[in-house]
Antibody, heavy 127, light 112 residues
Framework: QVQLVQSGAEVKKPGASVKVSCKAS????????INWVRQATGQGLEWMGW????????GYAQKFQGRVTMTRNTSINTAYMELSSLRSEDTAVYYC????????????????????WGQGTLVTVSS | QSVLTQPPSVSGAPGQRVTISCTGS?????????VHWYQQLPGTAPKLLIY???NRPSGVPDRFSGSKSGTSASLAITGLQAEDEADYFC????????????FGGGTKLTVL
């Protein structure tokens, strides 16, 4: 079945970086975008950005530009999200999700529904 | 402040019908972009509940339904059951920032 399995929980100090992995199985990894979303405890869902595994193209939410990098390794069907210069406000559960981008203009496609989601990775930033 | 606006909470007794609204603007729902709904049970990842405004994935009971009109969308749950107690989020695409996905702030459903 289609599945996304994320790496385990992380504890980081302020100023450090964290890299979360998301391994895909059950479908063609390069046929769908991977998006990243985070959720602080008791809060809503916050979209961070997208990556096209086939081209490696990315797009980041303005809030995270300059601090987030999304990459992939197609040989092992795995996507990565690295967030740098961590601060306490970055403490959250980070999710990856498969997205079928459907709104296309100028050869680039965006939007679409999130299905499935990874199980989430708790990142705690604390001194 | 979320781009899509949802009520923070709704409640209903078992067997009743509840609705959850999702209000957007001319750059997302009003521009014709589809809305999708997710259910998040406590301690778990969100799960797709309704896609493309009013479609249910396989396995989702027909007690759940969605609708969209103009800049607003709604999720309706009929025959409320205890296991429906969860957080519900709406999601769409917004043209103001290229490639930007947007979520509602989420609605906590309490089954009384």
């Amino acid at each position: 079945q289609v599945q996304l399995v994320q790496s385990g929980a992380e504890v980081k100090k302020p100023g450090a970086s964290v890299k979360v992995s998301c391994k895909a199985s059950g479908y063609g990894f390069t046929s769908y975008d991977i998006n990243w979303v985070r959720q602080a405890t008791g809060q809503g869902l916050e979209w961070m950005g997208w990556m096209n595994p086939k081209s490696g193209n990315t797009g980041y939410a303005q809030k995270f530009q300059g601090r987030v990098t999304m990459t992939r390794n197609t040989s092992i069907n795995t996507a990565y999200m690295e967030l740098s210069s961590l601060r306490s406000e970055d403490t959250a559960v980070y999710y990856c999700a498969r997205v079928s981008a459907i709104y296309c203009t100028g050869g680039a496609c965006h939007g679409g529904l999130f299905d499935p989601w990874g199980q989430g990775t708790l990142v705690t930033v604390s001194s | 402040q979320s781009v899509l606006t949802q009520p923070p909470s709704v409640s209903g007794a078992p067997g009743q019908r509840v609705t959850i609204s999702c209000t957007g603007s001319s750059s997302n729902l009003g521009a014709g972009y589809d809305v999708h709904w997710y259910q998040q049970l406590p301690g778990t990842a969100p799960k797709l509940l309704i896609y493309d405004n009013n479609n249910r994935p396989s396995g989702v009971p027909d007690r759940f339904s969605g609708s969209k009109s103009g800049t607003s969308a709604s999720l309706a749950i009929t025959g409320l059951q205890a296991e429906d107690e969860a957080d519900y989020f709406c999601q769409s695409y917004d043209t103001r920032l290229s490639g930007s996905q947007v979520f509602g702030g989420g609605t906590k459903l309490t089954v009384l």
